[in-house]
Structure formats: C-alpha cells, structure tokens
Antibody
Framework: QLQLQESGPGLVKPSETLSLTCTVSGGSISSSSYYWGWIRQPPGKGLEWIGSIYYTGSTYYNPSLKSRVTISVDTSKNQFSLKLSSVTAADTAVYHC????????????WGQGTLVTVSS | EIVLTQSPGTLSLSPGEGATLSCRASQSVSSSYLAWYQHKPGQAPRLLIYGASTRATGIPDRFSGRGSGTDFTLTISRLEPEDFAVYYCQQYGSPVTFGQGTKLEIK
C-alpha cells in the first residue's frame, strides 16, 4: 500500500525558505502513471493546492504561489520536495504531500501532513 | 479560477440519518471533474468520490455523488459514527481549487 510521509522543520522564520520532503513508500515515484504534489491548509481555513511534479521533473504550480514555489523530485531516494521562499505568517499551515493520477485531477492518497509555523 | 462554495457550513445530524452536502461552482466544471474528500482531525484526507459520482476504492456504498455543471451533491445515507468529519469538494481545472468544507457533526 502506497504511503506518503512529510518531513522537515516545524518552525521557519519570516522571510526565510520553507523546505519539506515527502518520502514515498510502497511504490515508485518514477511511475509514468502519477504526478506528485503538495497541498496545504492554514489553521481554521480551507485546502490550497500548491503544485505538482512528474518524475521527469515537469512541474505545475498554483499561479498564486508560483513566484515563490519550487517542487523537485529525487527518483534515487523515492522522494520529492517543496521549497517556499520569502515566507510570512500567512504561510503557516499543515502541508500535505499527495499523489495524482496522470491525466486525472483527484488526489489519493495523502500524507498525514506536517505543521509548519512561520514565526520569529 | 473556479470558486467552490459548500453548504451548509455545519450539518448536525444523528447516526442513522441521511446527509446531503452541496457544492456549487462559480462556473461550469468541465466533464464532471469534481471530487469529494473526508477529513478527520490529525488524519490524512481521504478520497471518497471522483468524476462527480465514482466511488474511490474501498468507499462504502452509503456514500454517493451526483451533479454536473455548477451543482454537485454528496449524499451519505444511514450515517455511521465514523462518518462525522469535515467534507471538501475539489475541482480539477486550472488551478485546482477546493471548497471551504462542510463540518458534519453529531447532533
């Protein structure tokens, strides 16, 4: 069964770069059938799609975050990563990694999520 | 971008009752590209429905989805205690957007 696990610092200072990694187990990130991505949920708010990546490195980002987001993939480690630059308190959220079937738009499964707080 | 509005914000029901959750899109969602998720605190969101009406693997048949264009519904017949959670709809246009959620709570 495919499992996704987020990891990274839980506290980031304003103006710095948030960095998270998602480790995929139970399946290969190099599968041609899927995209891999990030979704976040600020406390008390709804879900926001951040972006997706294919194993070849092709990326798709939410236009609202595109200028600050970089998603990358490391097929040798079966991991993909998120970098969000110039963070502010508004970037405080639970960050989930997830998988999307190629050519489709739903997300399944999701990681449990990791809370990242932006504070000095 | 397509804005999804879910109603009601909170739904208070008892186990055994039926629930109807609504998701309205600000513009037509093409080819029924709509999904529903269940989210419990501290857990990963769980895909329930995709393509507006297709149940995901392992989802009980008491969950059903329908709709097209701008109006979609998720129906849960005969609520079980484990069904009380927050439910989100999602459209997979560009960009992907989610509704704000409906909290289904025990009355």
């Amino acid at each position: 069964q495919l499992q996704l696990q987020e990891s990274g610092p839980g506290l980031v200072k304003p103006s710095e770069t948030l960095s998270l990694t998602c480790t995929v187990s139970g399946g290969s990130i190099s599968s041609s059938s899927y995209y891999w991505g990030w979704i976040r949920q600020p406390p008390g708010k709804g879900l926001e799609w951040i972006g997706s990546i294919y194993y070849t490195g092709s990326t798709y980002y939410n236009p609202s975050l595109k200028s600050r987001v970089t998603i990358s993939v490391d097929t040798s480690k079966n991991q993909f990563s998120l970098k969000l630059s110039s963070v502010t308190a508004a970037d405080t959220a639970v960050y989930h990694c997830t998988r999307r079937p190629a050519g489709m738009g739903w997300f399944d499964p999701w990681g449990q999520g990791t809370l990242v707080t932006v504070s000095s | 971008e397509i804005v999804l509005t879910q109603s009601p914000g909170t739904l208070s029901l008892s186990p055994g009752e039926g629930a109807t959750l609504s998701c309205r899109a600000s513009q037509s969602v093409s080819s029924s590209y709509l999904a529903w998720y269940q989210h419990k605190p501290g857990q990963a969101p769980r895909l329930l429905i995709y393509g507006a009406s297709t149940r995901a693997t392992g989802i009980p048949d008491r969950f059903s989805g329908r709709g097209s264009g701008t109006d979609f519904t998720l129906t849960i017949s005969r609520l079980e205690p484990e069904d009380f959670a927050v439910y989100y709809c999602q459209q997979y246009g560009s960009p992907v957007t989610f509704g704000q959620g409906t909290k289904l709570e025990i009355k």
